[in-house]
Protein backbone atom coordinates (compact mmCIF):
# COMPACT_ATOMS: atom_id res chain seq x y z
CA UNK A 1 0.00 0.00 0.00
CA UNK A 2 1.24 3.47 0.06
CA UNK A 3 0.22 7.05 2.20
CA UNK A 4 -1.44 9.19 -0.43
CA UNK A 5 -1.10 12.85 0.58
CA UNK A 6 -3.99 15.78 -1.58
CA UNK A 7 -3.29 19.66 -1.25
CA UNK A 8 -5.15 21.50 -1.52
CA UNK A 9 -7.92 19.80 0.61
CA UNK A 10 -10.98 21.63 -0.49
CA UNK A 11 -11.34 25.14 -2.30
CA UNK A 12 -13.91 27.74 -3.15
CA UNK A 13 -12.98 28.85 -6.83
CA UNK A 14 -14.34 31.48 -9.16
CA UNK A 15 -15.86 30.73 -12.15
CA UNK A 16 -13.69 31.02 -15.04
CA UNK A 17 -9.97 30.66 -12.84
CA UNK A 18 -7.83 27.66 -12.49
CA UNK A 19 -7.06 24.84 -9.82
CA UNK A 20 -3.86 23.26 -9.37
CA UNK A 21 -4.22 19.86 -7.08
CA UNK A 22 -1.35 18.03 -5.98
CA UNK A 23 -0.74 14.46 -4.94
CA UNK A 24 2.05 13.41 -3.42
CA UNK A 25 3.25 9.74 -2.81
CA UNK A 26 5.31 8.15 0.13
CA UNK A 27 6.86 5.84 -1.96
CA UNK A 28 7.98 5.64 -6.34
CA UNK A 29 4.91 4.60 -8.19
CA UNK A 30 4.81 4.23 -11.72
CA UNK A 31 0.72 4.08 -12.27
CA UNK A 32 -0.87 6.99 -10.86
CA UNK A 33 -4.88 7.75 -11.91
CA UNK A 34 -7.02 10.57 -11.75
CA UNK A 35 -10.74 10.64 -10.95
CA UNK A 36 -13.85 13.02 -10.37
CA UNK A 37 -16.71 12.30 -7.49
CA UNK A 38 -19.42 14.77 -8.61
CA UNK A 39 -21.85 15.24 -5.63
CA UNK A 40 -23.91 12.28 -5.13
CA UNK A 41 -22.60 10.03 -7.57
CA UNK A 42 -19.84 7.31 -8.28
CA UNK A 43 -16.27 7.97 -9.14
CA UNK A 44 -15.36 8.71 -12.77
CA UNK A 45 -11.40 8.31 -14.58
CA UNK A 46 -10.68 11.52 -15.49
CA UNK A 47 -6.78 9.91 -16.78
CA UNK A 48 -4.08 7.61 -16.12
CA UNK A 49 -0.53 9.61 -15.47
CA UNK A 50 2.11 7.37 -15.85
CA UNK A 51 5.60 8.56 -15.30
CA UNK A 52 7.65 8.87 -18.33
CA UNK A 53 4.96 9.26 -20.83
CA UNK A 54 1.64 11.82 -21.47
CA UNK A 55 -1.46 11.27 -19.37
CA UNK A 56 -3.83 9.27 -21.07
CA UNK A 57 -7.46 10.71 -20.78
CA UNK A 58 -11.14 8.99 -20.72
CA UNK A 59 -13.62 9.52 -23.05
CA UNK A 60 -15.27 13.26 -22.13
CA UNK A 61 -11.88 14.88 -20.89
CA UNK A 62 -9.40 16.68 -22.68
CA UNK A 63 -6.04 17.94 -21.89
CA UNK A 64 -6.99 21.58 -22.20
CA UNK A 65 -9.56 21.01 -19.60
CA UNK A 66 -7.60 19.07 -17.41
CA UNK A 67 -3.42 19.03 -17.78
CA UNK A 68 -1.60 16.72 -16.07
CA UNK A 69 1.84 16.86 -14.84
CA UNK A 70 3.68 13.82 -13.64
CA UNK A 71 7.56 14.62 -13.10
CA UNK A 72 8.76 12.07 -10.95
CA UNK A 73 7.51 8.84 -9.26
CA UNK A 74 5.98 10.29 -6.18
CA UNK A 75 4.13 13.48 -7.58
CA UNK A 76 1.53 14.37 -9.88
CA UNK A 77 -0.59 17.49 -10.31
CA UNK A 78 -4.03 17.64 -11.79
CA UNK A 79 -5.46 21.25 -13.10
CA UNK A 80 -8.89 21.90 -13.60
CA UNK A 81 -9.20 24.76 -16.07
CA UNK A 82 -11.46 27.33 -16.83
CA UNK A 83 -13.56 26.34 -14.45
CA UNK A 84 -17.30 26.54 -14.11
CA UNK A 85 -20.13 25.33 -11.33
CA UNK A 86 -20.22 21.97 -13.11
CA UNK A 87 -17.15 21.65 -12.18
CA UNK A 88 -17.76 21.00 -8.99
CA UNK A 89 -16.55 17.75 -7.63
CA UNK A 90 -14.44 15.50 -5.23
CA UNK A 91 -11.21 15.16 -7.28
CA UNK A 92 -9.09 11.89 -6.23
CA UNK A 93 -6.20 10.56 -6.91
CA UNK A 94 -5.09 7.03 -6.71
CA UNK A 95 -1.77 4.97 -7.27
CA UNK A 96 -1.92 1.01 -8.86
CA UNK A 97 0.07 -1.85 -7.69
CA UNK A 98 -0.41 -4.94 -9.25
CA UNK A 99 -0.81 -6.05 -13.06
CA UNK A 100 -1.90 -3.40 -14.39
CA UNK A 101 -2.01 -1.19 -11.41
CA UNK A 102 -4.72 -3.03 -10.63
CA UNK A 103 -5.14 -2.96 -6.81
CA UNK A 104 -5.57 0.79 -6.22
CA UNK A 105 -5.20 2.95 -3.15
CA UNK A 106 -6.58 6.81 -2.74
CA UNK A 107 -5.79 9.97 -1.74
CA UNK A 108 -7.90 11.88 1.02
CA UNK A 109 -9.97 13.95 -2.26
CA UNK A 110 -9.76 17.47 -2.79
CA UNK A 111 -13.18 19.21 -2.69
CA UNK A 112 -13.50 21.80 -5.18
CA UNK A 113 -16.64 24.50 -5.16
CA UNK A 114 -17.16 26.39 -8.18
CA UNK A 115 -18.88 29.89 -7.51
CA UNK B 1 -19.22 -3.10 -22.28
CA UNK B 2 -18.16 -3.53 -19.04
CA UNK B 3 -19.76 -2.36 -15.90
CA UNK B 4 -20.84 -3.13 -11.97
CA UNK B 5 -24.33 -2.90 -10.60
CA UNK B 6 -24.88 -2.21 -6.95
CA UNK B 7 -28.68 -2.51 -7.74
CA UNK B 8 -29.21 -1.13 -3.77
CA UNK B 9 -28.78 2.52 -2.79
CA UNK B 10 -29.37 1.80 1.18
CA UNK B 11 -28.92 -1.01 3.05
CA UNK B 12 -30.44 -1.02 6.15
CA UNK B 13 -29.13 -3.39 9.44
CA UNK B 14 -29.51 -3.38 13.42
CA UNK B 15 -26.27 -3.66 15.34
CA UNK B 16 -25.41 -7.42 15.78
CA UNK B 17 -27.20 -8.42 12.67
CA UNK B 18 -25.57 -9.74 9.61
CA UNK B 19 -24.84 -7.29 6.60
CA UNK B 20 -25.14 -7.81 2.99
CA UNK B 21 -24.26 -5.26 -0.15
CA UNK B 22 -24.96 -6.18 -3.20
CA UNK B 23 -22.94 -6.51 -6.34
CA UNK B 24 -23.12 -7.92 -9.67
CA UNK B 25 -20.52 -7.22 -12.19
CA UNK B 26 -20.15 -7.55 -16.43
CA UNK B 27 -16.33 -7.81 -17.73
CA UNK B 28 -15.01 -9.85 -20.83
CA UNK B 29 -12.02 -12.35 -19.37
CA UNK B 30 -11.65 -12.87 -15.39
CA UNK B 31 -12.40 -9.80 -13.45
CA UNK B 32 -10.40 -8.30 -10.97
CA UNK B 33 -13.20 -7.16 -8.19
CA UNK B 34 -12.64 -5.10 -5.21
CA UNK B 35 -14.73 -3.02 -2.53
CA UNK B 36 -13.66 0.39 -1.24
CA UNK B 37 -15.53 2.19 1.22
CA UNK B 38 -15.62 6.14 2.01
CA UNK B 39 -16.30 7.17 5.35
CA UNK B 40 -17.92 10.90 5.16
CA UNK B 41 -15.56 13.72 4.03
CA UNK B 42 -13.30 11.17 3.63
CA UNK B 43 -11.25 9.34 0.11
CA UNK B 44 -11.87 5.90 -0.43
CA UNK B 45 -10.76 3.18 1.78
CA UNK B 46 -9.45 -0.04 0.53
CA UNK B 47 -11.33 -3.08 2.17
CA UNK B 48 -10.85 -6.33 -0.11
CA UNK B 49 -9.85 -7.81 -3.69
CA UNK B 50 -10.18 -11.33 -5.84
CA UNK B 51 -7.99 -11.72 -8.37
CA UNK B 52 -7.90 -15.48 -8.14
CA UNK B 53 -7.94 -18.56 -5.66
CA UNK B 54 -10.65 -19.11 -3.07
CA UNK B 55 -13.76 -17.47 -3.67
CA UNK B 56 -14.52 -16.24 -0.14
CA UNK B 57 -11.92 -13.41 0.19
CA UNK B 58 -11.39 -12.18 4.12
CA UNK B 59 -10.37 -7.91 4.24
CA UNK B 60 -10.72 -5.33 6.30
CA UNK B 61 -12.73 -4.29 9.76
CA UNK B 62 -14.18 -8.30 9.34
CA UNK B 63 -15.40 -7.85 5.81
CA UNK B 64 -15.59 -10.31 3.65
CA UNK B 65 -16.70 -11.11 0.06
CA UNK B 66 -17.56 -13.84 -2.17
CA UNK B 67 -17.06 -14.37 -5.50
CA UNK B 68 -19.62 -16.19 -7.91
CA UNK B 69 -18.68 -16.62 -11.30
CA UNK B 70 -22.01 -18.42 -12.30
CA UNK B 71 -23.85 -15.66 -10.69
CA UNK B 72 -21.44 -12.92 -11.55
CA UNK B 73 -21.22 -11.64 -8.33
CA UNK B 74 -19.29 -9.78 -5.27
CA UNK B 75 -21.35 -9.85 -2.64
CA UNK B 76 -20.18 -7.77 0.29
CA UNK B 77 -20.78 -9.43 3.59
CA UNK B 78 -19.84 -9.30 7.50
CA UNK B 79 -21.47 -11.63 10.09
CA UNK B 80 -21.98 -8.35 12.44
CA UNK B 81 -22.60 -4.75 12.01
CA UNK B 82 -21.43 -2.17 14.01
CA UNK B 83 -22.43 1.25 14.00
CA UNK B 84 -19.26 2.19 13.02
CA UNK B 85 -19.66 0.19 9.71
CA UNK B 86 -22.00 3.49 8.81
CA UNK B 87 -20.62 4.12 5.57
CA UNK B 88 -20.89 4.32 1.67
CA UNK B 89 -19.43 1.22 -0.40
CA UNK B 90 -18.23 0.84 -3.66
CA UNK B 91 -17.88 -2.28 -5.51
CA UNK B 92 -15.16 -1.75 -8.49
CA UNK B 93 -14.14 -3.91 -11.05
CA UNK B 94 -11.01 -3.70 -13.36
CA UNK B 95 -11.57 -3.07 -16.38
CA UNK B 96 -9.75 -3.93 -20.18
CA UNK B 97 -7.44 -1.54 -22.50
CA UNK B 98 -10.76 0.41 -22.91
CA UNK B 99 -9.87 3.83 -23.26
CA UNK B 100 -6.10 3.02 -23.33
CA UNK B 101 -5.94 3.45 -19.34
CA UNK B 102 -4.69 0.04 -18.09
CA UNK B 103 -6.14 -0.70 -14.82
CA UNK B 104 -8.86 1.23 -14.85
CA UNK B 105 -11.42 0.45 -12.35
CA UNK B 106 -15.19 1.21 -13.33
CA UNK B 107 -17.08 1.73 -10.07
CA UNK B 108 -20.62 1.02 -9.01
CA UNK B 109 -22.83 3.98 -7.94
CA UNK B 110 -22.27 3.18 -4.58
CA UNK B 111 -24.60 1.99 -1.85
CA UNK B 112 -25.25 3.59 1.77
CA UNK B 113 -24.79 1.64 4.45
CA UNK B 114 -26.48 2.87 7.78
CA UNK B 115 -26.57 0.57 11.45
CA UNK B 116 -28.45 1.59 13.64
CA UNK B 117 -27.74 0.84 17.49
Known amino acids: SAVISQKPSRDICQRGTSLTIQCQVD?????MFWYRQQPGQSLTLIAT?????????ESGFVIDKFPISRPNLTFSTLTVSNMSPEDSSIYLC???FGTGGSEQYFGPGTRLTVT | AQSVAQPEDQVNVAEGNPLTVKCTYS??????LFWYVQYPNRGLQFLLK??????LVKGSYGFEAEFNKSQTSFHLKKPSALVSDSALYFC???????????????FGKGTKLSVKP
Open chain 1, 94 to 96: SVG
Open chain 1, 27 to 31: SQVTM
Open chain 1, 49 to 57: ANQGSEATY
Open chain 2, 27 to 32: VSGNPY
Open chain 2, 50 to 55: YITGDN
Open chain 2, 92 to 106: AVRGSNYGGSQGNLI
